[in-house]
C-alpha cells in the first residue's frame, strides 16, 4: 500500500507524476466496524433460522405449492388487480371532480378524499361488511315513486363484495390525491395553448393533460399496486380466503402457525419482487432528465445548421 | 364563416383582485392591420392580448373580434357568456403564440401542427398532415415533422408554433413577445416567419420588444403604461417622433 501522506513527502512523492496519481477515498474505522457488525449480525440470524428446528422447513416447502394457499394466492393476484383498476377509474373521477371550478363539486371530492384516507382502511373494510346494520334494504329505483326494487344488503355484502368495496372505495381516495398532483404538473401554459386552439375540456383533458401528467402517476400507481398487494391482507379479518386466510385456515387445523405464515410471507415477499422491477424500471424511465423525449422520439440529426432563416 | 379579421375594444377595464391592469382601453383594429404594441412590463400589453383570446375575460368595456361580441352575448341589460363550445368556436379564428411555445412535448412537431384541425375540427388526418407538412414548410422547417419539441431549439419550437396557430385558419394571430424567450441568435428566424405572415394580409396584434420589427413591418403602434393606451399612430411616425412625454422616455430607454 502506498502512503502518501504528509510526513512522506521528500520520498514518496516522486514515484509517479503527480497528476496521474490516484485518488483514494477515505476510510474511517466506522466504515469497518459496519462491515464487521452487518456480517456478524447476518451470519447469525442466518444460522438461527437454519439451525431452529421450529422453522419447519420441510412444511413451509410442503405447504409452498398446497392447492389452497395457492387458490388464496390467485385471489389476493385477483383483489389487488380489481381494486387497483376499481380505484384508479373512480380516482381519476375524483381528480377531475377536484380541480373543477364548480366548488361543490372540488368540495364534495375535498371530503370523500379526507375521509377515506382519514380513516384506518382495516376499519373501513370491517364498516362495509356490516352496512346491513345502517341499511338493511337497499332500494333502488325512481324517488317519490312505487317503481324500484329492494336488495337486501346482507345478501349484497359478501365477504368478498365487501373486501372489493372497502379496498377499491379507499385506494380510490389515494389514487385522486396521485392522479390531481400529476395534473398540476402539468404547465399553465399548456392549457394556455389548448384553450387558444378552441379545444373542448375533454380533449384537453384526454390529449393534453393526461398524457403529460402520466411521467409523474405511471410510477407512483406502481406504488400502490404493491402497496395494495400487501394491504389485501387485510381482508382476511372478513374472512375472505386470500392467501393469508388460507394460510390460517390450514395451520388453524395443524397448529404449524409459523411455518405457514412463513409460506404466506414469501409469497407476498416474491410478487413484491416480481411486481419491485417493472416499478424500478418504470421509475427510471420517467425520472430522467430526458424523460420529456417520448419513447418512439428519433434521434436528432442536423440537417441545416441552425439560425439558417436570419 | 365571414371573414372578417378586425378588433374593437371600448372602455375595456380589467381587475386582478385589487389590481386593476387594464383602466380604459380602446383599441380599432383594421382587417389586415400589422398592429404593435409596446410599453414598459406591467402595463397590461400581454393582459389585452389574453383577453382578445378568451385567456382572460374582461370586466367591463366592449369586446368585438371578428365583427361579433366575443365571449359574450349582448341583452339589454347586460352581457351574458357564451357557451364553452361557441367560446372554443370563436377562439379557433384567433390564433395565439406564446411566449414560452407551449408546444405539447407528448406530440411531434407534426402531431402539433395537426392537433388543431383534427383534435378540435374533427378534420380528415391525411388532409391535415400533408397541410401539416406545408405549414411546417412556409415556416422553414420541411423535414422536421417527426421532431419532438424537446428536440428543436428555441426558434424553431416557436416557428412551429405559430405553424400550429395558422393551421386553424385565424382571421387574427396575436402575438405574445414571441421572441423575448429566445436567444439573440433565433431571434431574426422568428421575425422572419412574422413578416412573411404579414405580406400575406393576415390581421396581426404583435406585443413586442423588438423596435426595429415594429418600425420595418407594423402598420399602426400602441404605447401603453400603467393600463392605459398612452399613444396609438403609425408605427414609423410614432417612433420617431413620440407626442407624449412617457412615450419619449420609454422609447429613449430602449432604442
Known amino acids: ?310 | 364563416m365571414s371573414k372578417d379579421g378586425t378588433i374593437l375594444a371600448q372602455k375595456i377595464r380589467k381587475s386582478f383582485g385589487p389590481k386593476t391592469v387594464l383602466k380604459d382601453i380602446n383599441l380599432d383594429i383594421a382587417s389586415g392591420e400589422i398592429c404593435c404594441i409596446i410599453g414598459p412590463s406591467g402595463s397590461g400589453k400581454s393582459t389585452i392580448l389574453r383577453c382578445i383570446n378568451g385567456l382572460e375575460t374582461v370586466d367591463s368595456g366592449v369586446l368585438k373580434v371578428n365583427g361579433e361580441d366575443f365571449g359574450y352575448y349582448e341583452t339589454a341589460h347586460a352581457y351574458h357568456a357564451h357557451s364553452p363550445k361557441k367560446l372554443a368556436e370563436q377562439r379557433t379564428r384567433v390564433g395565439m403564440v406564446f411566449q414560452s411555445f407551449n408546444l405539447f412535448p407528448n406530440m411531434t412537431a407534426l402531431e402539433n401542427v395537426m392537433s388543431g384541425p383534427v383534435l378540435v375540427k374533427g378534420a380528415n388526418k391525411k388532409e391535415s398532415a400533408k397541410r401539416a407538412q406545408e405549414l411546417l414548410a412556409s415556416v422553414g422547417l420541411a423535414g422536421f415533422g417527426d421532431y419532438y419539441p424537446a428536440q428543436l431549439s428555441g426558434g424553431q419550437q416557436q416557428r412551429v408554433a405559430i405553424a400550429r396557430s395558422l393551421a386553424m385558419d385565424p382571421e387574427i394571430m396575436l402575438f405574445d413577445e414571441p421572441t423575448s424567450a429566445l436567444d439573440p441568435e433565433k431571434v431574426g428566424e422568428v421575425l422572419a416567419v412574422m413578416k412573411d405572415l404579414a405580406k400575406k394580409g393576415m390581421t396581426m396584434v404583435v406585443v413586442t420588444h423588438e423596435m426595429g420589427f415594429a418600425r420595418e413591418v407594423a402598420d399602426s403602434l400602441i404605447f401603453m403604461d400603467d393600463g392605459y393606451v398612452v399613444e396609438r399612430g403609425d408605427a414609423r411616425e410614432v417612433l420617431s417622433n413620440p407626442q407624449e412625454a412617457r412615450t419619449q422616455a420609454f422609447l429613449q430607454q430602449v432604442l
Open chain 1, 1 to 310: 500500500m502506498v502512503t502518501a501522506t504528509n510526513k512522506g513527502k521528500e520520498a514518496t512523492m516522486s514515484s509517479i507524476e503527480a497528476a496521474l496519481k490516484p485518488r483514494i477515498r477515505l476510510r474511517t474505522p466506522w466504515e469497518y466496524t459496519g462491515w464487521v457488525l452487518s456480517i456478524l449480525a447476518g451470519i447469525g440470524i442466518l444460522v438461527s433460522v437454519l439451525t431452529n428446528p421450529n422453522f419447519k422447513w420441510a412444511v413451509v416447502a410442503q405447504y409452498f405449492t398446497h392447492e389452497s394457499i395457492l387458490r388464496g394466492l390467485m385471489l389476493t393476484i385477483f383483489l389487488t388487480l380489481a381494486s387497483m383498476t376499481l380505484g384508479t377509474l373512480l380516482g381519476l373521477g375524483l381528480a377531475i371532480m377536484r380541480s373543477s371550478h364548480v366548488k361543490p363539486i372540488s368540495i364534495a371530492a375535498n371530503i370523500y378524499i379526507t375521509l377515506f384516507r382519514g380513516t384506518p382502511v382495516l376499519v373501513q373494510l370491517i364498516f362495509w361488511f356490516n352496512i346491513s346494520a345502517l341499511y338493511p334494504n337497499l332500494t333502488i329505483g325512481i324517488p317519490f315513486t312505487n317503481i324500484g326494487t329492494a336488495i337486501d344488503m346482507n345478501a349484497l355484502m359478501a365477504p368478498i363484495t365487501a373486501a372489493l368495496v372497502g379496498l377499491t372505495l379507499n385506494e380510490a381516495a389515494y389514487m385522486a390525491e396521485i392522479i390531481r398532483g400529476g395534473f398540476s404538473s402539468v404547465g399553465k401554459g399548456q392549457i394556455e395553448a389548448a384553450d387558444s386552439l378552441g379545444m373542448s375540456a375533454g380533449t384537453r383533458m384526454r390529449k393534453v393533460i393526461i398524457p403529460q401528467a402520466m411521467p409523474s402517476i405511471i410510477p407512483a400507481t406502481g406504488n400502490q399496486v404493491i402497496g395494495m398487494f400487501k394491504g389485501t391482507s387485510l381482508v382476511s379479518v372478513l374472512g375472505v380466503a386470500e392467501l393469508l386466510q388460507s394460510a390460517q385456515l390450514i395451520y388453524a387445523r395443524t397448529y404449524e402457525t409459523i411455518p405457514l405464515l412463513l409460506v404466506a410471507s414469501l409469497w407476498y415477499l416474491v410478487m413484491t419482487l416480481l411486481l419491485s422491477y417493472p416499478q424500478s424500471k418504470l421509475e427510471q424511465k420517467y425520472s430522467r432528465a430526458t424523460s420529456r423525449l417520448p419513447r418512439k422520439a428519433k434521434k436528432v440529426v442536423l440537417t441545416e445548421p441552425e439560425g439558417t432563416l436570419r
